[in-house]
């Protein structure tokens, strides 16, 4: 029993174990204290092996298989019988296991071998292309149909010969010398110029033969392909350009101008945030352009040709924010649309949201935007359906939200949540070296929106816009170029162009130097300045509410004051609603 390499146990007629050899101790790893239990319970033994109506016949068992331990055993059980004059006696049994997993594995890998090569010999000769191999003799050992149909040349024929008897200026030959692919040749055959390439093939590092395919079997069909690939180009390049009007974005980073230090900061952290999908925080001062960042970042990420929704958190009623979002299913609430209506994340799937003043939103509505970002999924209102997301997060705050978690006016998880990358974009006060170029920019942007032809702003308008401390930043900037060059009668903005609140200030800023200059001791509740400031102020509101149509909140942005702020300024000032 020991000499044997098979793993041998042996039962008795109940299948309780008698005794086993050294392989079926090293294989089981059973032991002495294992005679007299029941096979079974120690290896899976499979059902019929163990019928009693076969043993008892005193048949040998076919051959079966077991797993164990990752390991594939054959097993076969003999009975084990003595005769006597009336019946058989059936005494027990004889367990013998192979160990085939070398085997098995071997004959899957030849298996897997012959479906490859079956694969492998079917693509070859139901390609399109020309096919022609040869071995390191130079003799075709494989001449696809295509090649046949190409030379009229039955692979029959061209079998066994070497490639120079059958293709006319073949180079694959010469392939077979230099080790060198030829890619994209010119070869004539037949008088048709083809395009053709030769490839060595190698083996542990040598030349085994050369596989030769002709791309195109005449020149024109190359021409032909570029024409067609040329035409698709465009109108692919059409249909991308009508997709990004439609729903992309309107600016990428050429749009944010100046050369600064914090503006080039922030422009680099953009393009860093671009190139990845994780959530940005850009914050700054109302009117410094974070929604032009935002702009870039999605026209500058793999997201280019999908969706770019904007949602202003603090100019949507709280109780209309979650339909907004999330959107609703038909009869969700009273005064829903009847067809139901999708929300903004689902809009943006695929492409990017942008949440615009996040630090005014609802605390109760944070919740959910929260689950929101955790989970990538939405569900509308009145809907069991689970909505998946694919969407980039981008936010904007002009708030403190530090300030806002210690007043618990804004959740903490949501603040790290969103904090992934974030970027401050600087006030146009810190940004005086730039303002030359911004002016310019904004002037050249609007001639081509409204057709006119400024050429630049005078000195004396150059100094008091410089002068200028921008509260409203960049958009107050552009707001002042619009009306100066709409009222310019020349092609230059003069100071007469530029807005009294503007003058006035300028004017006040100057006295105060002035006074300043004569004398650092005067008491300066003496000063008319105080009043003057008033005055500047005045015309600032007035101003701003004019350019608004009257809009207060639009008007609070503009100053960059508190909408409560401006009702206490119209108050104090007894401006009325009828201002215009």
Partial sequence: MNAINDALIVTDEHNKIECFNYKAEETFNISHNHLGEKIEGIIFIPDDLKKSDTITEGKKESQRRINYYGKTLSVIKTPIIEPTIENQCHLGNYYIFEDISDSVKLKRELSNARSSANAMENVLEKAYDGIVMIDHNGIITKFNSAYQQFTGISEQEALGKHVTEVIENTRMHKVLETGKPEIGEIQKIKGCEMVATRVPIYEEGEIVGVLGKVLFRDIKEVKALAERLDAATNELDYYKGEVRKLKGSKYNFENIVGSSKKIIEAKEMAKIASQSDSTVLIRGESGTG?????????????????????????????????????????????????????????????????????????????????????????????????????????????????QLIAQDKFREDLYYRLNVFNINVPPLREMKD???????????????????????????????????????????????????????????????????????????????????????????????????????????????????????????????????????????????????
């Fill in 290 to 402: 974070k929604e032009l960042f935002a702009h870039a970042i999605h026209d500058g990420s793999l997201r280019r040709y999908g969706a770019f929704i904007r949602v202003n958190c603090a100019a949507i009623p709280e109780n209309l924010l979650e339909a907004e979002l999330f959107g609703y299913e038909k009869g969700a609430f009273t005064g829903a649309n009847k067809e139901g209506k999708p929300g903004k994340f689902e809009l943006a799937n695929g492409g990017t949201i942008f949440l615009d003043e996040i630090g005014d939103m609802p605390f109760d509505m944070q919740v959910k935007l929260l689950r929101a970002l955790q989970e990538r999924e939405v569900q509308r209102i009145g809907s069991e359906r689970v909505i998946d997301l694919d969407v980039r997060i981008i936010a904007s705050t002009n708030r403190n939200l530090e």
């Fill in 434 to 580: 730039d303002l030359e170029k911004l002016i310019n920019f904004i002037i050249k942007d609007l001639n081509d929106e409204m057709g006119l032809n400024v050429n630049g702003v005078s000195s004396e308008a150059n100094k008091i816009l410089n002068s200028y401390h921008w509260p409203g930043n960049i958009r107050e900037l552009k707001n002042v170029l619009e009306r100066s060059v709409n009222v310019a009668k020349g092609n230059i903005i003069t100071k007469d162009c530029i807005p009294q609140y503007l003058l006035t200030w300028a004017g006040a800023e100057e006295q105060q130097n002035n006074s300043n200059s004569k004398s650092h001791e005067i008491n300066l509740h003496n000063l008319e300045l105080r009043s003057v400031v008033k005055e500047a102020e005045k015309l600032a509101i007035e101003t701003a509410l004019k350019q608004t149509n009257n809009n207060k909140k639009k008007a609070a942005e503009l100053l960059n004051i508190h909408r409560s702020g401006l009702y206490k300024k119209l108050e104090e000032y007894n401006i009325s609603d009828q201002t215009t």
